[in-house]
């Protein structure tokens, strides 16, 4: 059976975890509707084809402690980010997300944590070469480091590391999205 053969089911838990999202981020509910949007629009949101938007998935990789994130210095985009990824046409975006944190990190026994969305971001993508830019809707996951966090950098990235995610909410220059990940991880309930 193809994966995305029961599109609705997905796409229905999709929906439930967008307005979940906007019930326990209140003041991200601009972003979340954009996103809701977006998912009941009737051209396929979830293939990179879409140029006026899709959807991406990436995830808030952390170390097994929870006190470490894994992030990329992304190649193309020159800056440092969570691991991440387009969906190509795949509805399960924590899967994606999964999928591209093994991809990019090199890392095996990576399993996804939480309860659903951890962050969204809309975000801008500049033109390159015969691409136009076009806007990512990124829904974030928490996903957990294995024991081993001996990581590969992949042709994606220009390097990884392990950073501490309380030195984020201080450091100049940082893509505001991962320091209000570092921000949300932080203040998370312990256990």
Same mark, same amino acid.
């Given at each position: 059976m193809d994966r995305n053969a029961a599109h609705p089911l997905l796409d229905r838990e999709l929906m439930a975890q967008l307005r979940?999202?906007?019930?326990?981020?209140? +003041?991200?509910?601009?972003? +979340?509707?954009?996103?809701?949007? *977006?998912?009941?629009?009737?051209?396929?949101?979830?293939?990179?084809?879409?140029?006026?938007?899709h959807f991406t998935g990436s995830s808030w990789l952390v170390s097994r402690d929870g006190q470490r994130t894994l992030l990329t210095h992304h190649r193309k985009l020159g800056r440092w980010l969570q691991l991440g990824g387009h969906a190509d046409g795949d509805r399960d975006l924590a899967r994606v997300a999964l999928k591209e944190a093994e991809e990019e990190s090199? *890392?095996?026994? *990576?399993?996804?944590?939480?309860?659903?969305?951890?962050?969204?971001?809309r975000h801008w993508i500049p033109e390159r070469g015969d691409v136009p830019g076009h806007w990512h809707y990124d829904a974030r996951y928490v996903v957990r480091a294995g024991e081993d966090e001996a990581f590969a950098v992949s042709t994606e990235s220009l390097a990884?590391?392990?950073?501490?995610?309380? +030195? *984020?909410?201080?450091?100049?220059?940082?893509?505001?999205?991962?320091?209000?990940?570092?921000?949300?991880?932080?203040a998370r309930p312990a256990g």
């Open positions: 979940g999202y906007r019930e326990r981020w209140p +003041a991200e509910r601009e972003v +979340a509707d954009a996103f809701i949007e *977006l998912l009941a629009d009737p051209a396929d949101p979830f293939v990179r084809e879409r140029l006026s938007g090199g *890392l095996g026994g *990576l399993e996804l944590a939480g309860d659903g969305i951890f962050d969204l971001d990884l590391a392990w950073r501490p995610v309380a +030195a *984020l909410l201080d450091e100049p220059g940082l893509d505001p999205s991962l320091r209000r990940m570092a921000s949300k991880w932080l």
